[in-house]
């Protein structure tokens, strides 16, 4: 417990830092600014495992799967590589959402900020539910690999017109059920006072949707991660800091997603593969490497093939 209580704590004082200190003033994230706290992210995650490499091996962690301090180090660069791909899609739905509340780039990082606050607490209780599932009924494991696979193949033959449009959602119509929504905007504030009502800006609303959507991708990425570990501490590490990064790399990729068009096939193939991999447990055991290799491989190929198409069509 006093692992859990450090680790919450420094995420919020890093949190508290970065509202107050490092991003006082709205301002608009520069590319290079974005590239800079998304290297320093990617390699706090990176050195993290060696932190975890550290916590299992001195036992000042509970060790519910009793994994080898190496193994556990192994799933949780898997599991941070599963989230960090996954929120790919999660980026492109922000871009849209941005779009379509026609919020200025300036006050983008503040809505991203509460944003991760939220999806703190709502990732912390699916991953609670998820592993209490999976330790109490054995056979949500196919359930969940079952999933996994259907939503593989949902990507693979949903077509390029499906796209999510923030304003026609239910979301956006339940909102404005609830209160009064106000089309202008008040610098930073979320909500503004009109005529003695007081009404939602649309950074409030932009920031409702995007909760709501980042619980509906964990829908997704909970269960795949679940593949590869039910340690509780693993998942919800490796979900944070994918969620940390998330933002920096929002205002590095937003701009640059049309050049990874291949990527989302990288995600149809980690997923299919955790997919797979829930449902034939009993009768197949990978060796931990083995899935890192082909989800970190998954990625790479689908970078490189993209950026490699982009060239062409250049050319």
Do not use: C
């Amino acid at each position: 417990m006093i692992v859990w209580i450090i680790f919450l704590t420094a995420v919020f004082i890093f949190l508290a830092l970065d509202l107050g200190v490092f991003n006082k003033t709205p301002h608009v994230i520069s590319s290079k600014e974005a590239g800079k706290w998304t290297a320093i992210w990617v390699a706090l995650s990176f050195m993290f495992s060696g932190v975890v490499y550290w916590l299992y091996s001195t036992n000042y962690i509970a060790n519910p799967d009793d994994l080898k301090p190496a193994a556990a180090a192994i799933k949780y660069i898997t599991g941070y590589l599963i989230e960090l791909s996954l929120s790919i899609d999660n980026i492109f739905v922000i871009a849209l959402i941005f779009a379509a509340f026609k919020i200025p780039p300036k006050y983008q990082h503040r809505v991203l900020f509460w944003g991760i606050l939220g999806a703190i607490v709502f990732r912390g209780l699916m991953i609670f539910f998820g592993v209490m599932l999976i330790n109490k009924f054995t056979w949500m494991t196919y359930i969940f690999g079952a999933f996994l696979i259907y939503t593989a193949m949902k990507m693979l033959f949903s077509g390029e017109d499906e796209q999510f449009q923030p304003k026609k959602s239910f979301i956006y119509r339940a909102l404005k059920k609830i209160m009064p929504i106000s089309n202008h905007m008040d610098k930073e504030h979320f909500f503004v006072k009109r005529k003695h009502i007081t009404a939602a800006t649309p950074l409030f609303v932009s920031l409702v949707v995007i909760e709501v959507m980042d619980v509906v991708f964990a829908i997704d990425s909970v269960p795949a991660i679940l593949a590869i570990t039910s340690d509780p501490f693993l998942v919800f590490s490796s979900n944070i800091f994918a969620i940390l990064g998330l933002r920096s790399m929002y205002f590095f990729l937003a701009n640059m997603l049309a050049r990874f068009s291949y990527l989302e096939y990288s995600l149809i193939a980690i997923l299919s593969f955790v997919g797979l991999k829930m449902l034939l447990h009993d009768f197949i055991k990978l060796p931990e490497w083995f899935s890192l290799a082909f989800i970190a491989l998954s990625l790479i190929l689908g970078i490189v093939i993209s950026l490699r198409k982009n060239k062409k069509e250049i050319v």
